[in-house]
């Protein structure tokens, strides 16, 4: 079975494949001045042994698709965007050292998506599993521009060789620093800045500003000063389809953000913040977005902690939460059905989980380790 069609050879099921929580047996929830209704079906399907020769090739989706891929850099970030026009877009660079290997997977992705440069690299923020392979990155492929908040607000002798090694990133590409409301000239989408540098947008983009009754039930916790809180994130949006990633962003800032009133509004998918760590993910912000889909880039020992599961999981309307590694502090409770695990537990298998989103709003998601495909219809 080939890419372009892929899509329409799928079985159709019903919505019962996920067991539903008391929080998410809602007919219907408010998005913008409408009504976002639970989708009547998706569609899934098994592609074993055709993964590479098909979706993961050149057209790694059906043709006029926003493609991101969740690269596994095992418990870091690195999450490729290419646009139906070729642009691309790189959130965060995963880890250093261990032979490139992060270097190496992002290179072998953009290989497969078509591209032989990265438009724009984004820096999340300054912490090592998210900025640590820029430089190696850089000297394997041409990167346009690096975009990042400005400096690192931490100090000591690991801050000032991170720091190094960015700058020797940025060599031969240009720097721009993000501020909230931002745009970032992606050819082909419409990229938000909505965090950073600690600030946050200050005016409801389209389809937000309803009151967040979410904001009673997320108590502040201890104040975060460091990098995490200045995380840059960003509202992807094409078509009708909108994709939210807020790198490592910490609890108080989330509600900073969206209390007492939600300025983004609903999303289709969310990737999980700081990878599942219970210092963010609070409900205020993940149960106010009203994600159809969630995904998870935990390592099989970082992130993927039992409380912010749990809250992910019981966000009303939520169909599914995918995730790219087994989280072993879940154990059998707070782990997802293998079958949406990219990466189960034992030796580094560099699985991705891979997205084809559709300007309607319906978009698949795909597992690179089984060729397990599951297709999310317009609302």
């Known amino acids: 079975m080939g890419a372009a069609n892929f899509l329409t050879e799928s079985k159709t099921l019903g919505n019962n494949e996920r067991a539903a929580s008391p929080l998410s047996r809602e007919a219907g929830l408010k998005r913008g001045k409408g009504i976002l209704w639970l989708p009547v079906a998706v569609l899934v399907l098994f592609v074993p042994g055709r993964w590479r020769a098909g979706l993961a090739g050149r057209s790694a989706g059906p043709a006029g698709t926003l493609r991101i891929y969740f690269i596994d850099v095992e418990g870091g970030q690195a999450t490729m965007l290419v646009t139906p026009r070729g642009g691309s877009l790189l959130v965060d660079t995963g880890w250093p050292d261990a032979n490139g290997r992060d270097a190496g ?59 190094a090694d960015y700058r020797k990133a940025l060599e031969k590409s240009k720097r721009l620093i993000a501020r909230p409301g931002d745009s970032i000239p992606l050819e082909g989408a419409e990229v938000t800045v909505v965090t950073a540098d600690g600030g946050r947008v200050s005016s409801p983009l389209p389809d937000g500003g309803q009151a967040n009754p979410y904001c009673a039930q997320s108590q502040p916790q201890e104040t975060d000063t460091g990098e995490n809180a200045r995380s840059v994130g960003i509202l992807v949006t094409f078509g009708k389809f909108r994709f939210l990633d807020l790198g490592d962003l910490t609890w108080n800032k989330e509600l ?44 099989e020992t970082k992130g993927g902690t039992p409380e912010a599961w749990q809250i992910v999981e019981r966000s009303p309307g939520l169909l599914d939460l995918w995730q790219l590694h087994f989280s072993r502090a879940g154990g059998r409770e707070h782990n997802v059905a293998q079958r949406m695990i990219a990466n189960l537990h034992g030796r580094d298998q560099g699985h991705e989980l891979r997205l084809a989103a559709r300007a309607d709003g319906s978009f698949t998601v795909a597992n690179a380790r089984n060729g397990f495909l599951k297709t999310y219809s317009k609302d």
Do not use: Q
């Open 105 to 163: 997977r992002i290179v072998r992705a953009a290989k497969e998506a078509g591209i032989k440069r990265i438009d724009f690299v984004l820096v999340t923020h300054f912490h090592t599993d998210h900025v640590g392979g820029a430089a190696e990155l850089a000297a394997r492929t041409p990167v346009g521009t690096f975009v990042d908040h400005g400096e690192d607000v931490e100090t000591g002798k690991d801050a000032e060789a991170l720091e």
């Open 256 to 299: 900073e953000l969206m209390c007492p009133t939600n300025p983004i509004g609903a999303v289709d998918v969310f990737l999980v913040s700081h990878h599942g760590m219970n210092i963010s993910n609070s409900p205020a912000l993940v149960w106010a977005l009203h994600p159809r889909v969630a995904i998870l880039n935990n390592g």
